[in-house]
């Protein structure tokens, strides 16, 4: 029978709530580094308002190893209820912790309710709740702490849509083939405040690129740049080593810092749907 842990993570630390569990081999003591063969758990960042009056709850991870990247399928071993809610998670995690990963967006009138989202796997069961309490309540779109640094702002075409914080936006779907790179770009610019991260040509945005969901490796000729604050376009392409359906996430930091998330307010996610044949 596999331990059962119910948690609730802080935007800072991953913080322990009400757990039952019995010691596991699959956690190790504080301050060894394991590259592989630990657990993954889900994390709740806090949650946002809508210009439209709904909100955006945002959940990150933190993989435990310092080296192995897991890829948990959704479904039993990582799911989200209520089930209208689940497939948005992603299915690939990186090594250590990841912040305002993706968001859950419910209806104005969602009160107390929560989006629990759950991840079996490794004989470790973790489930995280997003709720509306005032105590998780962030500063996503609006800037850090009262500065006005607002997050970077992404586009999937010159002038076209553009989209900002960690529900960010959506492209148009693509299409591509195994073993054939396609070319992907993205739009990207910033306000310029709080921004630390620069070369020779002055501030910069930084780009990153994932893997979100999919079955099968992805590769990226460039998986990270730099474009500057005022505006500018990364290219990179993406090959696909099996066929299915996969989403693709940018993510946009205005801070070196790689994921920023202590903050909750400097960067801004893009996913990009890709079904890839044969």
């Not at 586009?155 to 992907?184: K, Q």
């Not at 290219?235 to 359906?245: L, N, S, V, Y």
């Not at 693709?248 to 070196?256: F, I, Q």
């Amino acid at each position: 029978m596999s331990n059962s842990r119910f948690i609730a993570c802080s935007a800072v630390v991953l913080c322990a709530g009400l757990m039952f569990a019995s010691p596991s081999a699959a956690q190790v003591p504080l301050g060894i580094r394991t590259a592989s063969g630990l657990t993954v758990t889900p994390a709740y960042e806090g949650w946002y308002r809508n210009a439209d009056g709904t909100f955006s709850l945002s959940f990150g991870y933190y993989n435990r190893n310092f080296e192995e990247i897991v890829d948990i399928p959704v479904g039993p071993g990582n799911s989200i209820a209520p089930a209208d809610f689940d497939g948005a998670q992603p299915t690939r995690f990186h090594p250590r912790r990841h912040w305002g990963v993706f968001t859950v967006v419910v209806p104005a009138d969602f009160g107390d309710e929560a989006v629990v989202w759950t991840i079996d796997y490794r004989g470790e069961k973790y489930a995280i709740p997003g709720t509306l309490h005032i105590d998780w309540q962030i500063d996503a779109l609006e800037g850090e702490a009262g500065a006005g640094n607002t997050p970077p702002v992404l586009a999937f075409s010159e002038g076209g849509a553009e989209g900002a914080g960690p529900s960010g936006i959506w492209g148009e779907p693509i299409e591509a083939m195994v073993g054939a790179p396609v070319a992907v770009a993205v739009w990207a610019r910033d306000d310029g405040r709080g921004v630390f991260t620069r070369n020779e040509e002055g501030p910069q945005v930084a780009l990153r690129w994932f893997k979100h969901q999919g079955p099968g490796d992805v590769t990226f000729t460039e998986a990270s740049g730099q474009v500057p604050i005022a505006g500018g376009m990364m290219m990179t392409t993406a090959t696909f080593a099996e066929p299915g359906e996969y989403v693709l996430r940018v993510r946009a930091n205005d801070t070196s810092v790689a994921g920023a998330g202590h903050a909750q307010c400097c960067w801004t996610n893009a996913f990009l749907r890709v079904t890839v044949t044969n």
